[in-house]
């Protein structure tokens, strides 16, 4: 299957992070390569190192980027550091992130993504570690209930979670039907006819497979430190857990004076290190909407290193 993935905000994105074409910059999640090629093509004398987890995400952008001074790193942004140090490169200009997961993982069913198709419980991004399979068969009620609660922020978490605990008694759950069907008659009947009730639960489970929040915080604070003065870091979010982290994380970056408000005067010494390039989230238009609506949910916030 041909890796498919319309990229977001795409010049909103690498306008918010290009700032000269001789610098060295990294793509945190390259996926189909659009963010990646839209900033290689800027590039005179400089450097792009692309990240993904997904060999698959590689292997398509690596023909998409030939031609263009691109490195291929098949690891998880997290190990973003000790990449990066690997290859002979200890500081950055810039540095972007989409954080979606791509139209390919979505649309092809056996990666075990979509609730819309019957397929093996998977989600990996990696292709490698525990499975959405293996969660829903071996977590237990109460762990279940927690992930579906912090992770999909879904309200019958407690209902869902017994649902699962109650089915695979029965037999394993094998499949993304199964597990959909199993939330679907675990919810009110109200709930089902609103919305999808599938969409939070399916989110929390490949959140947990692929360690998604603790790999976020980590190459958000990891990058900052590796960007130069003057360097941006520009980063896309889907979802409102993602995009706490990454407004969380800047705020703290872009904070100075922590002493207490009856201080008379400052004794921390700390000082700002960044500033908010983008004071408000940039959100896509109607037009894009209207052409991918799957880019409806997306926040970007782009930050400076000014220290």
Do not use: W
């Not at 762990?143 to 579906?148: G, H, N, T």
């Not at 400052?266 to 052409?291: A, D, F, M, N």
């Amino acid at each position: 299957m041909e890796f498919r993935h319309m990229s977001v905000l795409l010049k909103e994105t690498v306008d918010g992070v290009f700032s000269k074409p001789d610098g060295v910059y990294a793509d945190l999640t390259t996926g189909g390569g659009g963010h990646s090629l839209e900033l290689a093509k800027r590039l005179s004398g400089g450097r792009l190192i692309c990240f993904d987890q997904d060999g698959e995400a590689i292997e398509a952008a690596g023909e998409r980027l030939s031609g263009y001074p691109v490195t291929l790193v098949k690891r998880n942004f997290s190990e973003l550091k000790s990449a990066l140090s690997e290859l002979g490169v200890s500081s950055v200009d810039g540095i972007m992130a989409d954080l979606g997961v791509s139209s390919h993982q979505l649309d092809d069913a056996a990666r075990g993504f979509s609730f819309h198709s019957d397929a093996p419980l998977d989600m990996r991004m990696s292709g490698e570690g525990q499975t959405a399979r293996d969660i829903v068969n071996e977590y237990s009620e109460e762990e279940l209930r927690r992930i579906l609660y912090e992770f999909g922020e879904e309200k019958f978490a407690p209902r869902i979670a017994k649902g699962i605990v109650t089915a695979r008694l029965t037999a394993p759950i094998e499949t993304t039907g199964e597990l959909a069907q199993i939330i679907k008659d675990s919810v009110p009947a109200a709930y089902r006819r609103e919305k999808n009730p599938c969409r939070k639960s399916f989110q929390a489970i490949r959140i947990e497979v692929n360690g998604e929040l603790d790999a976020l915080d980590k190459a958000i604070c990891d990058g900052f430190e590796l960007l130069k003065t003057g360097g941006k870091m520009a980063v896309i979010t889907f979802h409102s857990l993602e995009d706490r982290i990454v407004k969380n994380r800047f705020k703290e970056f872009c904070t100075g004076c922590i002493c207490p408000p009856e201080f008379p005067v400052c004794v921390c010494g700390r000082t700002p290190r960044g500033e908010q390039v983008t004071k408000k989230p940039v959100v896509p238009s109607e037009e894009e909407i209207s052409e991918n609506p799957r880019s409806r949910s997306a926040k970007l916030r782009v930050i400076r290193k000014i220290k």
